[in-house]
């Protein structure tokens, strides 16, 4: 039987960080801590990744925990070189960029397709994860706020009719999830985008795809602006 840790505990590293007791299989319970910490900065980009401090901290074997780093490869948000061993993923502002310009064009296609199909449900649903996002703004929590942001666009890419956009984006996941931790992590960024999502919303109930279009497009273009803004600043550091 694989080991699973169910306490909370910080891993003695220059950035520690606690990890949320989980019942999951011990890869998927180390993927979700590391992918949390590294999204929260509590892992800083460029940090090497210790193996043995991880492994013996996490409570798991080497080779639970490699696995665990390769799906993290996968998803770009750890780099895993020869000789050298893993570290957390640095992400450039060209990066950043380049990602941007493909979400603001299938997002707001998907935006567009979803308000013409949009079910009472589904609004409804986008209606709580925006009070869930609404809550972690005011409490200061960036994990539940990339959670409800997820919650919130999850709908409106399930319920697109695309199955071809949402999984181009699904691939650009995680690294979406790093850029917006980043975005939202500069003063009112997470105000002004509880905003814009309400007014995706908005357009979505007034079933009207090319204010929906805009309003999702706008929403990814402020957020590419501040996320380049941190990336460019940390770089010239």
Do not use: W
């Not at 960080?17 to 992918?35: G, I, M, Y």
């Amino acid at each position: 039987m694989p080991k699973t840790s169910t306490h909370r505990f910080a891993v003695p590293t220059p950035q520690s960080f606690t990890v949320t007791p989980v019942v999951a299989p011990v890869r998927a319970q180390v993927v979700a801590n590391l992918r949390a910490a590294i999204l929260s900065g509590q892992l800083r980009p460029g940090e090497r990744l210790v193996e043995t401090t991880l492994s013996e901290t996490l409570q798991v074997s080497r080779t639970s925990l490699r696995e665990a780093l390769r799906q993290l490869e996968a998803e770009r948000l750890v780099t895993i070189a020869p000789f050298k061993g893993p570290t957390v993923a640095v992400m450039t502002p060209e990066d950043a960029t380049h990602i941007y310009e493909v979400r603001a064009l299938l997002e707001g296609h998907a935006a567009e397709l979803f308000a013409g199909r949009a079910t009472a449900g589904q609004i409804a649903t986008m209606k709580t994860a925006l009070a869930g996002f609404k809550a972690a703004v005011a409490a200061g929590d960036a994990v539940a706020r990339i959670e409800a942001t997820d919650a919130f666009f999850d709908v409106m890419l399930k319920g697109c009719g695309n199955h071809v956009v949402a999984e181009v984006l699904e691939g650009l996941h995680a690294r979406v999830n790093f850029l917006r931790a980043r975005s939202m992590s500069t003063p009112n960024r997470a105000r002004e985008s509880l905003k814009e999502m309400q007014a995706m919303l908005a357009a979505f109930k007034a079933r009207d795809p090319v204010e929906a279009r805009l309003a999702t497009r706008l929403h990814v273009q402020r957020a590419r602006d501040v996320a380049i803004g941190v990336l460019s600043a940390a770089e010239s550091r």
